[in-house]
């Protein structure tokens, strides 16, 4: 059975997804990328970049590796493409990714703006909702052809998931550091409340893995 899903996103010890002040140098806001280095250093991360044959593996590879696991379709928030605001500016900025994103399916970009889709090598074509999370998740599904949509951040976006309901699971990686400041994942939110209970806590070689499921 296909699943909504959020896997492998990583927060600080003190619950927060992304730092502040994202531009073209911070994608994930300053000092976000520490959050992530984790997954840098592991082996399915060096050789989805071409460098095979390099990096760890262990626990954290094995998480990082079973997050690509039968996603049909993915959904990001705006500021997960790109830190470009307002109106598209033409078809110059393609993502964070190069010429042939990690994706390699569907990939739905919530946005307030029109843009035509956008073909990339290897599978990934991004395409751009503007009449919100309902309407991405349904094209998200249809387009995954009975596997998983995994929503893939930033923050906001897996809020609004979160409390429409509409996540079935999430693997969080807790990294040891203290952002103290940023986009908080959970601040207001019952995840009791919204019926998840935590399946297993996993510590690997540079993150500890917790996996929550609904009832």
């Given at each position: 059975m296909?699943?909504?899903r959020?896997?492998?996103?990583?927060?600080?010890?003190?619950?927060?997804?992304?730092?502040?002040?994202?531009?073209i140098?911070?994608?994930?806001?300053?000092r976000?990328?520490?959050l992530?280095?984790?997954?840098?250093?592991?082996?399915?991360?060096?050789?989805?970049?071409?460098q095979?044959?390099s990096?760890?593996?262990?626990v954290d590879?094995?998480?990082a590796?079973?997050?690509?696991?039968?996603?049909?379709?993915?959904?990001?928030?705006?500021?997960?493409?790109?830190p470009?605001?307002g109106?598209?500016?033409g078809?110059a900025?393609?993502?964070?990714?190069?010429?042939?994103?990690?994706?390699?399916?569907?990939?739905?970009?919530?946005?307030?703006?029109e843009?035509?889709p956008l073909?990339?090598?290897?599978g990934t074509?991004?395409?751009?909702?503007?009449d919100?999370?309902e309407s991405?998740?349904?094209q998200?599904k249809?387009?995954?052809?009975?596997?998983?949509?995994?929503?893939?951040?930033?923050?906001?976006?897996?809020r609004?998931?979160?409390?429409?309901?509409q996540?079935?699971?999430?693997?969080?990686?807790v990294?040891?550091?203290?952002?103290?400041e940023g986009?908080?994942?959970?601040?207001?939110?019952?995840?009791?409340?919204?019926?998840?209970?935590v399946e297993k806590?996993?510590?690997?070689?540079k993150?500890t893995h917790?996996?929550?499921?609904k009832?």
């Open positions: 296909s699943k909504v959020v896997a492998a996103f990583s927060i600080s010890l003190d619950g927060f997804g992304a730092g502040l002040r994202q531009d140098n911070n994608p994930l806001g300053v976000g990328l520490e992530h280095q984790w997954f840098f250093d592991t082996e399915i991360f060096q050789k989805m970049y071409g095979s044959g990096g760890a593996q262990g590879n094995g998480f590796a079973k997050s690509f696991e039968n996603v049909g379709a993915w959904i990001l928030g705006r500021n997960m493409f790109g470009v605001r109106p598209w500016d078809d900025w393609k993502g964070w990714w190069g010429d042939t994103p990690s994706y390699h399916t569907p990939v739905f970009v919530l946005t307030h703006y843009r035509a073909v990339m090598n290897g074509t991004f395409y751009f909702v503007t919100g999370i991405a998740m349904k998200a249809d387009a995954a052809g009975g596997k998983d949509v995994r929503v893939g951040g930033g923050v906001s976006t897996i609004q998931y979160l409390t429409a309901g996540i079935d699971e999430m693997h969080l990686a990294s040891p550091v203290l952002l103290g986009e908080h994942l959970f601040a207001g939110i019952n995840l009791a409340e919204l019926g998840f209970v806590a996993v510590a690997g070689e993150a917790v996996v929550l499921r009832k």
